[in-house]
């Protein structure tokens, strides 16, 4: 059989597959219920939350991208996160990073509130605190990097081994990345989660998500809950995220090759603090990067110099990137974390993962850099 690459798995998944037609593109199957045999035989699909034929070739195409076991899609990035949590019991303890999404460190807190879960929020690039932290045995791990907004890289592997060795499972967040970028199962991680609303489909008109277990018993496990919960996506998003999807290795190129170039502009500018990117050398990361990513990415972050009201300044200056809180589409987004994507988190919880008011964050999309580098110089003209 003839080896394929992921480029060449994503532009081929599902084509020529519909037996009836020979369709190329696959068809959308919207019929919620299907027809069983009789009452006590059912087919391959018999209810629309339970098992959609469109949803299963997203998922099944997702699932060897990941070099996964099984896994399924879900109504959202967050609805995949808190499917994971449903792994747990009352009071067993999950360790998260203390500077992820705000929207997860949102989930992990309320959950707790709840007496749903425990959570610790731990600094996962430092090993002591992480090792102190694996000895109040936690059930479960939950990684993200890089971690939203400030980019920090930590070790997949070695958290992953360090969690297996307490009987914890653990769980990454790829959105960032992509599977393009980076494959946490192969780094040892039992589940990987996506918010497909980012790059996966990359155009901004889905809101999705799935989960991807390394064994079959472990997706039997989730696809279970999603059912029993009703987190299971639609047909319409699923079929929408496929053709996204084929041209995710285009896009990364594209993107990534802008975010370089944006990034070192940021850096060399004196209206800047500080650039936060995995493409850059002097990452602090730079080692880990290497080892697990197969390239940067598109998202970077920087501080402007000025407090708070400099920062919207900056913002209302800019004509190219849209004030938007989402990431990963083709077109470039920018936001102020502390007041949008990270509102969630209280103020010192903000401040201990270092996401300050003077924090822009910036999704880079495919317009032409010299374009996006113009608007970016022209806004910090404007504050002058």
Known sequence: MTKKSDQTRIVQAGIGMDPSTGAVAPPLHTSSTFIWPDCETKGQFDYGRTKNPTRELLTNSLVELENGKGGEIVNS??????????????????????????????????????????????????????????????????????????????????????AREVGALSVCDNTFLSPVRQKPLDLGCDIVVHSNTKYINGHSDVV?????????????????????????????????????????????????????????????????????????A?????????????????????????????T??????????SLAASLGGTESLICQPAIMTHAGMAPEARRKAGIKDNLI????????????????????????
């Not at 971690?147 to 997949?156: A, K």
């Not at 990361?285 to 708070?308: C, D, N, T, W, Y």
């Not at 919207?312 to 990137?321: M, N, R, T």
């Open 77 to 162: 990035g967050m609805a995949a996160i808190d499917l994971c949590l449903n792994l747990l019991n009352a009071e067993d303890l999950i360790i998260a990073p203390h500077d992820c999404y705000g929207g997860s460190h949102r989930l992990f807190t309320h959950r707790a509130l709840q007496n749903r879960i425990r959570v610790e929020f731990v600094d996962q690039g430092d090993e002591n605190a992480l090792q102190a932290a694996m000895a109040l045995g936690p059930k479960m791990v939950f990684i993200e990097t890089p971690s939203n907004p400030l980019m920090r890289i930590v070790d997949i592997q070695m958290i992953a081994a360090m």
């Open 208 to 280: 999705g998500g799935c989960i991807i277990a390394n064994t079959a018993e472990l997706a039997e496990r989730l696809r279970w809950w999603a059912n029993c919960a009703g987190l299971t996506g639609g047909p319409f998003d699923a079929w929408l995220t496929i053709r996204g999807m084929r041209t995710l290795p285009a896009r990364m190129d594209i993107q990534e090759d802008n975010a370089r170039v944006m990034a070192a502009f940021l850096t060399s500018h004196d209206q800047v603090d500080r650039v936060y990117y995995p493409g850059l």
């Open 282 to 310: 002097n990452h602090p990361q730079a080692q880990i990067i290497r080892r697990q990513q197969s390239g940067p990415g598109a998202m970077l972050s920087f501080e402007i110099k000025g407090e708070l009201s400099t």
């Open 312 to 321: 919207k300044d900056f913002l209302c200056h800019l004509e190219l990137f």
């Open 361 to 384: 964050r910036i999704s880079v999309g495919m317009e032409k850099i010299n374009d996006l580098i113009s608007d970016l110089e022209t806004a910090f003209e404007r504050l002058e």
